[in-house]
């Protein structure tokens, strides 16, 4: 009786210790895979920045302009908008299932049309995991002074 009183308590104490190490794991691959993505912006390599959006993806920027993500990559790639630096300076992430919750801060700079810009922003991002790859579905971000 004792023996299985203490594997009772043993199961107790243990599923939730394996199941908070694979939530944190699950959202370190979350915010590693969104770092990946603000270097290939910044790189403006969107050959692999496609692996990292959806198909499905609603991007709206600080300033409204909101696109898909054809049309996101075609901004990148021609110039129309060049991210020089993308710098999160804090990220949350919530797990449901195969989609993840960011709310975070970053600090944004480079050129829209030639323009050069600065910007602290909040932002939501949704992520899916599809094929084993977290996959940017909406970005929403909000400026905000720092």
């Known amino acids: 009786m004792l023996k299985k009183i203490s594997l009772i308590f043993i199961w ?4 939730p210790a394996f199941h908070a190490a694979a939530q944190t794991r699950r959202s370190d691959q979350v915010l590693s895979a969104e770092l990946t993505r603000f270097r290939l912006m910044t790189e403006r390599d969107t050959l692999h920045l496609r692996e990292y959006l959806s198909g499905e ?5 600080s300033n409204a302009l909101t696109e898909n993500a054809e049309e996101h990559i075609r901004a990148i790639s021609n110039g129309k908008i060049i991210y020089q630096r993308m710098d999160r300076k804090q990220a949350k992430v919530r797990l449901y299932g195969r989609t993840a919750i960011v709310n975070g801060e970053i600090q944004v700079s480079g050129l829209l049309n030639n323009t050069p810009f600065d910007v602290f922003m909040l932002y939501t991002a949704v992520y ?9 579905i909406n970005w929403q971000s909000t400026r905000r002074t720092a």
């Open 57 to 61: 993806l609603v991007y709206i920027h």
């Open 128 to 136: 899916r995991k599809k094929k084993g790859n977290w996959q940017l």
């Open 12 to 15: 107790a104490v243990m599923i």
